[in-house]
């Protein structure tokens, strides 16, 4: 089965999206069967990719409100091993929609548990913030990937995060755990950066992946020509690093890294 991914966090304009994005593409060029679920009413992952939102029959809202398979929301990206669940900004009234549904938590685990088998890596890109949309998406992953943006109100969000996934954990998702922290948008000519490398790095430990990820032109410009960083720029300093971050993910897997998700959390 596929190790389920959500990437997340509540502020917004950490990387998140650019993390998802590149992070799958890097996944899918190590050859890894990866899927990428665009579940942010924003639907930049999918712009990402180059998909014509106006021609897309059927995207996640469909799977969450409809129950349409998620087989048939699949569209096939450039990548070989990577597939994407693309969405529109039809998905904003999903939040309004999902409040008296059945099993409201549940939906997007419900789709994905009838395609997981296909794929080894799931990774889902949550909207930034802690609503229903989001909870979906932690009580259908196995594990949480938190890009944390190298500046200091950046940091006082996590312990909401972190309470939220002890929360998940209790109530709707038991096998629910920490994946890591990645520090995006790194500046090592900055003092900052350092400071709150130093922090993270004290306080979490292992979870803290090796990789950091700069600040890179390359990275911001990708988007606009719908391609992602490793399709649109293969030399690019932050091309590079999400091929390594991929790596790093890779090698983690079956790493016991619970003590260091306690410390965390306490």
Known sequence: MARIIAVANQKGGVGKTTTAVNLAASLAAAERRTLLIDLDPQANSSSAFGVDKAQLQHHIYHALIDGTPLEACLVQTELPALQLVPTTTDLAGAEVELVTAVAREQRLASAIAQIAADYEFILIDCPPSLGLLTLNALTAADTVLVPLQ????????????????????????????????????????????????????????????????????????????????????????GTRAYLDLASELIERQGHDLTPDLQRGAA
């Open 150 to 237: 190298c500046e200091f109100y950046a940091l006082e969000g996590m312990s909401h995060l972190l309470a939220t996934i002890e929360l998940i954990k209790t109530h709707l998702n038991p096998r629910l755990a920490l994946e890591g922290i990645v520090l995006t948008m790194y500046d090592k000519r900055n003092k900052l950066s350092f400071q709150v490398e130093s922090e993270v790095t004290e306080y979490f430990g292992r979870l803290v992946f090796d990789t950091r990820i700069p600040r890179n032109v390359r990275l911001s410009e990708s988007p606009s020509f719908g391609k992602p960083a490793l399709l649109y720029d293969v030399t690019a300093v």
